[in-house]
Protein backbone atom coordinates (compact mmCIF):
# COMPACT_ATOMS: atom_id res chain seq x y z
CA UNK A 1 0.00 0.00 0.00
CA UNK A 2 1.66 3.12 -1.32
CA UNK A 3 1.32 6.47 0.67
CA UNK A 4 2.30 9.93 0.00
CA UNK A 5 2.71 12.15 3.27
CA UNK A 6 3.40 16.20 2.63
CA UNK A 7 4.90 18.66 5.23
CA UNK A 8 6.79 21.96 5.27
CA UNK A 9 4.37 23.92 4.02
CA UNK A 10 3.80 27.08 6.25
CA UNK A 11 4.04 30.86 5.80
CA UNK A 12 6.38 32.90 4.61
CA UNK A 13 7.19 36.43 3.71
CA UNK A 14 7.98 37.31 -0.44
CA UNK A 15 11.78 36.59 -0.92
CA UNK A 16 11.68 33.64 1.80
CA UNK A 17 12.48 30.23 1.20
CA UNK A 18 10.36 26.73 2.72
CA UNK A 19 11.36 23.20 1.43
CA UNK A 20 8.34 20.70 1.48
CA UNK A 21 9.02 17.26 2.00
CA UNK A 22 7.66 13.91 0.49
CA UNK A 23 7.63 10.86 2.27
CA UNK A 24 6.81 7.76 0.33
CA UNK A 25 5.45 5.06 2.42
CA UNK A 26 5.17 1.46 1.20
CA UNK A 27 7.05 2.52 -2.35
CA UNK A 28 9.22 -0.02 -4.32
CA UNK A 29 11.75 1.51 -6.60
CA UNK A 30 12.30 0.73 -10.16
CA UNK A 31 11.34 3.34 -13.24
CA UNK A 32 9.00 6.28 -11.89
CA UNK A 33 8.07 9.87 -12.17
CA UNK A 34 7.70 11.28 -8.98
CA UNK A 35 5.98 15.48 -9.39
CA UNK A 36 5.15 18.07 -7.20
CA UNK A 37 1.78 20.01 -7.99
CA UNK A 38 -0.04 23.17 -6.62
CA UNK A 39 -4.03 24.72 -6.68
CA UNK A 40 -4.51 27.85 -5.90
CA UNK A 41 -8.43 29.21 -4.49
CA UNK A 42 -10.51 29.03 -8.27
CA UNK A 43 -7.34 27.79 -9.66
CA UNK A 44 -6.45 24.24 -11.67
CA UNK A 45 -4.17 22.41 -9.97
CA UNK A 46 -0.82 22.66 -11.98
CA UNK A 47 2.57 21.04 -12.41
CA UNK A 48 5.07 22.43 -10.69
CA UNK A 49 8.23 20.06 -11.01
CA UNK A 50 8.82 16.48 -12.33
CA UNK A 51 11.82 14.28 -11.60
CA UNK A 52 12.35 10.72 -13.23
CA UNK A 53 14.24 7.98 -11.99
CA UNK A 54 17.34 8.85 -14.00
CA UNK A 55 17.44 12.19 -12.46
CA UNK A 56 15.68 14.44 -15.28
CA UNK A 57 13.98 17.02 -13.50
CA UNK A 58 11.50 19.46 -15.34
CA UNK A 59 10.30 22.84 -14.43
CA UNK A 60 7.40 24.79 -14.46
CA UNK A 61 8.23 28.49 -16.35
CA UNK A 62 6.75 30.51 -13.44
CA UNK A 63 9.47 28.51 -11.10
CA UNK A 64 12.54 28.14 -12.76
CA UNK A 65 15.69 29.00 -11.45
CA UNK A 66 13.45 29.37 -7.73
CA UNK A 67 12.13 25.71 -6.72
CA UNK A 68 14.72 22.79 -7.07
CA UNK A 69 12.97 18.95 -6.92
CA UNK A 70 15.10 16.72 -5.79
CA UNK A 71 14.69 13.02 -4.19
CA UNK A 72 16.43 11.04 -1.45
CA UNK A 73 16.01 7.07 -2.07
CA UNK A 74 17.06 5.83 1.07
CA UNK A 75 14.94 8.35 2.47
CA UNK A 76 11.89 7.53 0.65
CA UNK A 77 11.71 10.89 0.55
CA UNK A 78 11.27 13.74 -2.05
CA UNK A 79 11.70 17.35 -1.76
CA UNK A 80 11.18 20.58 -3.40
CA UNK A 81 13.10 23.31 -2.12
CA UNK A 82 11.62 26.80 -2.88
CA UNK A 83 13.82 30.06 -2.49
CA UNK A 84 12.53 33.96 -3.36
CA UNK A 85 8.91 33.29 -2.76
CA UNK A 86 6.37 35.23 -4.38
CA UNK A 87 2.96 35.86 -3.26
CA UNK A 88 1.48 34.29 -6.86
CA UNK A 89 3.30 31.01 -4.97
CA UNK A 90 0.51 30.86 -2.52
CA UNK A 91 -1.42 27.47 -3.05
CA UNK A 92 -2.06 23.81 -1.91
CA UNK A 93 0.78 21.50 -3.10
CA UNK A 94 0.83 18.06 -3.40
CA UNK A 95 3.32 15.49 -4.28
CA UNK A 96 2.54 12.80 -7.00
CA UNK A 97 4.22 9.53 -8.17
CA UNK A 98 4.02 7.06 -10.74
CA UNK A 99 5.94 3.90 -11.31
CA UNK A 100 6.82 4.23 -14.77
CA UNK A 101 8.65 7.33 -16.54
CA UNK A 102 5.15 7.70 -18.22
CA UNK A 103 4.07 11.15 -16.95
CA UNK A 104 7.84 12.55 -16.99
CA UNK A 105 7.89 12.04 -20.82
CA UNK A 106 4.67 14.41 -21.22
CA UNK A 107 5.69 18.00 -21.25
CA UNK A 108 3.03 19.49 -19.10
CA UNK A 109 1.67 16.33 -17.34
CA UNK A 110 -1.46 16.15 -15.44
CA UNK A 111 -2.07 15.30 -12.21
CA UNK A 112 -4.45 12.57 -12.79
CA UNK A 113 -1.48 11.03 -14.89
CA UNK A 114 -0.01 9.61 -11.54
CA UNK A 115 -1.07 6.90 -10.03
CA UNK A 116 -0.39 8.18 -6.34
CA UNK A 117 -0.60 11.29 -4.82
CA UNK A 118 -0.78 12.81 -1.29
CA UNK A 119 -3.58 15.20 0.43
CA UNK A 120 -1.22 18.51 0.11
CA UNK A 121 0.39 21.24 2.76
CA UNK A 122 -0.25 24.96 2.46
CA UNK A 123 1.92 27.72 1.45
CA UNK A 124 1.27 31.31 1.80
CA UNK A 125 3.02 33.69 1.00
CA UNK A 126 2.59 37.33 1.91
Known amino acids: HVQLVESGGGSVQAGGSLRLSCVLS????????FGWFRQAPGRDRELVAS???????NYADSVKGRFTISRDNAKDTLYLQMNNLRREDTAMYYCAAHQSPGPCLVPIPRPELFSYRGQGTQVTVS
Open 26 to 33: GWIYGSYC
Open 51 to 57: IDSDGIA
